[in-house]
């Protein structure tokens, strides 16, 4: 479960215990000149359960994990990984797995060779390379250019070289890019298994409908502040029911007195607060009112996360004076936010 923390100071020891590999975020901020990507985050990523980092796109997603990762640092505040600054981990990479940039590869090189120099360079025995392409099942396109794989297999291969040195922490960026259905499907069996082994696993989308059905828990920011955070359960809100019936303000009374609220939608169609779809029936059957529809109302998350993240004082810096946003449930178009250039540091 994502848990807001008190400020405190980064502490100094070098190695996390495995039990406790709880990733926390304290007061983070991340300045490029007067521009504010990253301001005061505040959350922590819990080991067993897999964290969706959720934002649209140029909210900070990228900057706040490079910071996490020690690839940039910090204008205020800090992060740790079981209790230690990234800078100060002994063993960084048996750590923390880590997936940037699925196109991060040496195009020339084959997946198997990439893994090998990440592994030599980790300290980690070659014999992880085959067993991970194995994993990841690319094992046939091992000895293929990298330069020459699809962005699905890129993004396996990525997902390889973070498990290299079998870290308990994985922080992923935006792993679903480019995955069709049957990929995600993958890939969402693949963390669920790596959540059972109490790993702890953040993952960064902009889009909450790829990763709705993959992660427990989600953090959701907007323009580099925190909007939410919670499990995925607390997005859902209240359980409803549509109903369509031929006298509705009876059926209404009669849902009343079973202890059951409900809405008028449409002259023949009632909204009922509950998620017990037989207690509809059974009070219709019982009032003598036929049902023409009943169903269960699913609450769309990426609705929510799109009203959640255009707020007025939410609205996306980076699409100010831009299109008008689309309408609620469609995806955001592609697009890499500008900002001021100056204090430019490390690779957006
Ligand atoms: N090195 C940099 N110099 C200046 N501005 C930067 C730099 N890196 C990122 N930014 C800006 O910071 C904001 C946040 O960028 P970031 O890449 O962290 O967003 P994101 O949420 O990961 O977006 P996306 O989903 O598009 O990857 C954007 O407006 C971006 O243009």
Not at 130 to 151: C, F, H, Q, T, W
Not at 154 to 180: K, S
Not at 259 to 266: A, F, K, M, N, Q
Request: glycine fraction near 10%.
């Amino acid at each position: 479960m994502v848990k807001g923390t008190h400020v405190s100071s980064p502490p100094t020891q070098t190695q996390p215990s495995r039990a406790h590999s709880r990733i926390e975020i304290v007061g983070l901020t991340k300045s490029f000149g007067s521009f504010k990507a990253v301001d005061n985050l505040t959350f922590s990523v819990e080991p067993g359960r897999i964290t969706g980092f959720l934002g649209p796109n140029g909210a900070g997603k990228t900057t706040t994990l490079r910071m996490v990762l020690g690839l940039i640092t910090p204008t205020a505040g800090h992060s740790t990984i079981g209790g230690v600054p990234y800078a100060h981990l002994k063993h960084p990479t048996r750590t923390v797995g880590a997936a940037l940039e699925a196109t991060n590869f040496h195009p020339g090189r084959s997946g198997r060779d990439h893994l090998r120099v990440l592994a030599a360079a980790g300290g980690i025995p070659e014999s992880r390379v085959d067993e991970m392409l194995e994993l990841v099942g690319i094992p046939a396109a091992a000895k293929r250019r990298a330069g020459n794989y699809s962005m699905g297999m890129r993004q396996r291969l990525g997902l390889a070289a973070a498990m290299l040195g079998d870290p308990n922490v994985l922080v992923l960026d935006e792993p679903t890019n480019g995955l069709d259905p049957e990929g995600i499907r993958w890939l969402r069996g693949f963390l669920r298994h790596l959540a059972g082994e109490k790993k702890t696993i953040l993952i960064s989308s902009h889009l909450l409908g790829e990763v709705q059905a993959t992660v427990d828990d989600v953090v959701i920011i907007s323009n580099g502040r925190l909007v939410k955070n919670g499990p995925i359960e607390s997005l859902h809100g209240q359980a409803s029911a549509i109903v369509r019936t031929t006298d509705p303000a009876r059926l209404a009374s009669a849902l009343h007195a079973s202890g059951i609220t409900s809405e008028r939608l449409e002259d023949t169609v009632l909204q009922a607060y509950t998620s017990d779809l037989q207690a509809i029936g059974d009070t219709a059957l019982s009032a003598g009112l036929p049902i023409y529809e009943l169903r269960a109302q699913q609450q769309d998350l990426e609705a929510l996360f799109f009203e959640l993240t255009s707020q007025p004082e939410n609205q996306n810096r980076n699409l100010a004076g831009a299109e008008p946003p689309p309408p609620v449930g469609q995806h955001l178009p592609p697009h890499r936010g500008q900002a001021p250039q100056q204090g430019q540091e490390g690779i957006s």
